[in-house]
């Protein structure tokens, strides 16, 4: 064989090798792009678009602490439904924490932080209102008038028992004169706040002088004038509202007869630890009769008679 010959032949072989060499690598890739799994885009689970794949989501409010579990779905709209159920499902609970929370009462600065009060159709005579325990934002009042032209109110299932006991005193000679009766809270809010100025102007911060003021009127919506359930008296020569009523002939008449018609008086001299009020001869509240006897009897307050002392 000549040497060009040869050559030719090399060259062949040289050119066969190479081609078979470069299918073999292309099918190769080939096969190896064929086994990757596509490329899927994440979004939040509560994203309006959805996704075929969705990540875990931090809860994004202090009073949640449940986490969104991942989920994987091919269906948009379930996406968003599962986001939504998880949502409402736990919506209930985070309201019940922020609920009269201390970062959202108006006075939690001053350490007050009510519960929201109970409220029992059946037994709303019994209603307790103080510190510890407000009214809800819903709760209204049917007010009525009270007998004697005064223009004060009362709960309209209060006033029956008011005027027959004013009248009662008025037949013993004993003048019962209502000073202050229902309250809206606009009024009270008004009552409380120019009493913390009062403090403050002693020299006194804010907070200091927001609880100083609480035990002389309670804040809105925990004084039972909001709930029309309660009357201040004044009395002829007396209508300050001050420790001077228990000197009087109406605040003796009063404690020897106001049970029998339901009232009781609700913030005694030796009570102040427990109503957390400075004492008030001139402050009664109507409980009903049987439960005034009854409180009247034993000499508890009436956080003690309900057991929430």
Known sequence: MSRRTLIIVLALCIAVAVFAIGNFVL????????????TVETTAVNSPTGAEKTEPQEPTDAGDTTQMTTQTTTNPEATTSAASDATTAKAPEITEKKT??????EYAYAGFNPSVAVINSEKWNLLLVNQDY??????????????GG???KLDYRVVPYYDKMVAAAAADGISLIPVSGYRSLDRQRSNFERKINYYTGLGHNKAEATRLASKIVLMPGT?????GLAMDFGTNGNYNLDENFAKTEAFKWLSAHAADYGFILRYDSDTTDITKITYEPWHWRYVGVQAAKEIKASGVTLEEYLGMA
């Open 150 to 152: 005064s223009g004060q």
């Open 134 to 147: 407000i009214l809800p934002d819903s709760y209204t009042v049917k007010t009525a008038n009270i007998a």
């Open 223 to 227: 004084s039972e004038h909001n709930a």
């Open 27 to 38: 099918i190769r890739n080939e096969d190896e792009s064929s086994t990757e799994e596509p």
């Open 100 to 105: 009269g929370s201390a970062d959202e009462y």
